[in-house]
């Protein structure tokens, strides 16, 4: 594993990390990755690359899938994170940001953020204060029905829910997921802000590589439940099949991410 984020400590590892769903069908393959602290990781993958099963397993959430970690080991500060439950692991300070489900839609803005308070530590005006200086647009609609908010407002609202429970790694899942390109260029820009001025470690899952690529750190591609290849975003931007295959450019020019993330991946990644 060469060139990775320059940094002292390693918050989370994973070590060889096998899960299987229903007791019988692996979906996770000896899985390794490292998030220094400070730093924003992505992992990139098209649909059932095992990308947030590998999230789940991390924040404790696979018992609600039917599945179950078979090996390997997930290490937050050295700490065993392996057979807590989730609540547990958001005590240590790892938040999951889910794909769906993000919000309460019958509850107000301020009442969805409110709903982390348990777990804040510190003075809870502050840390919504802290919210609404990243998210001005939350605070403007903090008495209306989360239900109305648009795609970007709710992905604004789940961050910021999570952000209520005072993370130390941030696990946003498919952040971009059906935003407009502006919208996801904003997002980026204050997940970035939150690793910078706060100090946040953010571990992101996204299929939109360009998006991830933008504000990472540090890639690792996942196909059928393993790590492929792994790098700075600018050695895989160089690499050929990440052109091809996630960045829509190849030897017929500029494709949509549609078609290319369909080719049947016929090179060896790491050859």
Request: contains cysteine; glycine residues 10%.
């Amino acid at each position: 594993m060469g060139n990775l984020v320059a940094s002292e400590k390693i918050l989370l590892e994973v070590r060889k990390l096998e899960v299987v769903y229903h007791k019988a069908s692996m979906a996770i393959q000896g899985v390794s990755l490292k998030v220094p602290e400070k730093s924003i990781v992505a992992i990139l993958g098209v649909n059932g690359a095992g990308k947030t099963t590998t999230l789940r397993a991390i924040s404790g959430f696979l018992g609600s899938d039917n599945a179950d970690i078979k090996d390997g080991l997930i290490l937050f500060e050295g700490r065993k994170l392996n057979g807590k439950l989730p609540h547990e692991i958001a005590r240590e300070g790892v938040i999951l940001v889910p794909e769906r489900q993000k919000i309460f839609e019958t509850l107000t803005v301020k009442e969805n953020l409110l709903a982390g308070a348990g777990r804040i530590k510190g003075n809870i005006k502050e840390t919504l204060d802290k919210v609404y200086f990243y998210f001005p647009v939350l605070q403007k609609k903090s008495n209306e029905v989360a239900g109305y908010l648009s795609g970007g407002e709710r992905q604004m609202l789940a961050i910021g829910s999570a952000l209520l429970c005072t993370p130390r790694l941030l696990m946003p899942d498919e952040f971009s997921l059906g935003l407009a390109p502006l919208i996801a260029d904003s997002l980026s820009a204050v997940l970035q802000s939150l690793r910078d001025d706060l100090g946040l470690t953010i571990l992101l899952v996204e299929q939109n590589a360009m998006a991830a690529l933008k504000i990472a750190d540090y890639g690792y591609i996942m196909e059928n439940g393993r790590v492929v290849f792994e790098g700075t975003p600018q050695k895989l931007m160089s690499h050929e099949d990440v052109q091809e295959f996630y960045l829509g450019i190849g030897e017929a020019g500029s494709k949509s991410y549609r078609d290319v993330k369909q080719y049947s991946r016929t090179r060896r990644w790491w050859g």
